[in-house]
């Protein structure tokens, strides 16, 4: 089997965006999933609520790979308002870590390792890169039409901090209001990034929160999913629901758990500034996804909300998808595992007895 990714983390972020998707996303093959979708995703008829992520889908060719390839919710990778090169190379490096990473053992380091295994753990740090909005409009929105029945394209965006807090509102609201114009049929707002307030990253800085989602509501109509980090505390998760809930159409949960990322020495391993600290994902994640979807999930019934839960992080085959199913999760999505196994669209939607036929 195939078994380079098809982001491929041997490769610099610009010659993945020229030349990709590699491994099994390049090999022009179409899989269809017969009959008509009996799921739906946000009201929108799907075959099954499994899908790709924020991130590594780095342009329309892997978006429209990953439709190809039978996920049925497909994320176009994170945009910002203005154009930002990606962190140097290396922007994936696998990581040793057995068992469930908590951030404290996040904290204390974990080490960077040399080769990739067939189901790795990672770390992955770019900076959100981004492309100019004329140029990712142009291509979002020639992606959106690839979509067929039963599937879904997603814009992600984020805010770009740098000015005050009003600067950031605005800049959220202005890539909201020019992903929304791509006419992708939903929007997630990424929270789970850096924050200037009371809080390193937005998703806990709920007040600035409240005036990001309000500001995005004032400029589209297009349902919204709101991407938010592992919440430890409770009581904030609790405040986050509460006041935040009714304002999305969904909750997607969660973006990587950060980690001191070591070499054997114990120096950085990744380099430049701002690096030391990296997201971690991939199994040693997926209790903390399947941890908040509960949370979310028992919140919601207790406060008779009605937002929609998409669970991410760790899910690598059917198992997993089935367990976040049953953790309340309405939809589900991995990036890692689905990276590693471009096949797990296929192999789920097989195990939940769909007809998927291969095409060239
Ligand atoms: C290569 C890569 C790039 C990512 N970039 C983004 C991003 O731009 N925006 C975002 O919201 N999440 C990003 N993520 C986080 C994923 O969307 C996801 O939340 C995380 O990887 C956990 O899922 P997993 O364990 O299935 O990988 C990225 C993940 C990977 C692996």
Known sequence: MNTVPFYDPARSYEDNLSHGPF?????GTVYRTEGAPKESFLGIPVHVPFGIPAGPLVNGAYVRAALDYAYDLV??????TAARSSHAWPNIVPVDVSGDLTPE??????????AFSHRPAITNSFGVPSAHPESWQRDLEETVKAARLGQVVIGSFQGTTGGDADDYVRDFALAARLTAETG???LEANLSCPNEGTASLLCYDIDRVKRVVTAIREVTTTPLVLKMAYFDNQEMLERFVTEIGSLADGLAMINTISAKVIDDAGNPRLPGEGRQYSGICGGPIRWAGLDMVRRVRELRERYGMTFGIIGVGGCMDHHDYRMYREAGADAVMSATGAMWNPLLAVEIKRAEG???????
Do not use: H, M, Q, W
Not at 354 to 360: F, K, N
């Open 23 to 27: 491994g099994l996303f390049a090999d």
């Open 75 to 80: 994320i176009y990778k994170t945009v910002r």
């Open 105 to 114: 053992r996040g904290a204390n380091g974990v080490r960077a390792i040399d």
């Open 184 to 186: 992708v049929p939903v």
């Open 354 to 360: 769909l007809s998927v036929e291969r095409s060239l």
